[in-house]
T-cell receptor
């Protein structure tokens, strides 16, 4: 059975800290891994990763995929209170037209 | 460009009733998928539609159904509501669904069953 596991489940850091969120996956016919940020509303798209070892970056956020070890990490540097959210990781397979989500990491950034 | 629009945003229903939720995808998007989000289970895939055809269905009972119209708008229906159906129902759209197509989510419909 396909599964996606995120860790840690929750995290509290101080503004300015750097955080690393983890996502491991076991998905048949894996195609891509996606990261979303969810505040109290719609999940918003952050990254789609399809190739191993190629870092994607957007401002203070970056992510990388390791297809050999079946995991991805999301890094946030110089965290701000506005980064407080649930970060969701999802794996997509070549067939199925569905995303398999992890349970999310709840990040709280304190001033 | 308008995002994914879901209605209603909040609703309360009684056990045994049925509910219909609506989703309008981003203009030009033809794939619509539905997810259920609960604190315990996280986001779980319900079904996906493209050009009025259901291409995939998640592991939910037959009480959960959906459809897509020719203008790509979609509805999902839950019959004989149970307390455990209380959840945030998220609709997502993409150009064609599947590999490589970024999926955009609506803000969801909060369903409470009492």
């Amino acid at each position: 059975e396909d599964k996606v596991v995120q860790s840690p489940l929750s995290l509290v850091v101080h503004e300015g800290d750097t955080v690393t969120l983890n996502c491991s996956y076991e998905v048949t016919n894996f195609r891509s891994l996606l990261w979303y940020k969810q505040e109290k509303k719609a999940p918003t798209f952050l990254f789609m990763l399809t190739s191993s070892g190629i870092e994607k970056k957007s401002g203070r956020l970056s992510s990388i995929l390791d297809k050999k070890e079946l995991f991805s990490i999301l890094n946030i540097t110089a965290t701000q209170t506005g980064d407080s959210a649930v970060y969701l990781c999802a794996a997509e397979s070549n067939s199925g037209y569905a995303l398999n989500f992890g349970k999310g990491t709840s990040l709280l950034v304190t001033p | 460009k308008a995002g994914v629009t879901q209605t209603p945003r909040y609703l309360i229903k009684t056990r045994g009733q049925q509910v219909t939720l609506s989703c309008s995808p981003i203009s030009g998007h033809r794939s619509v998928s539905w997810y259920q989000q609960t604190p315990g289970q996280g986001l779980q895939f319900l079904f996906e539609y493209f050009s009025e055809t259901q291409r995939n269905k998640g592991n939910f009972p037959g009480r959960f159904s959906g459809r897509q119209f020719s203008n790509s708008r979609s509805e999902m229906n839950v019959s004989t509501l149970e307390l455990g159906d209380s959840a945030l129902y998220l609709c997502a759209s993409s150009l064609a669904g599947g590999v490589g197509n970024t999926i955009y989510f609506g803000e969801g419909s909060w369903l409470t069953v009492v």
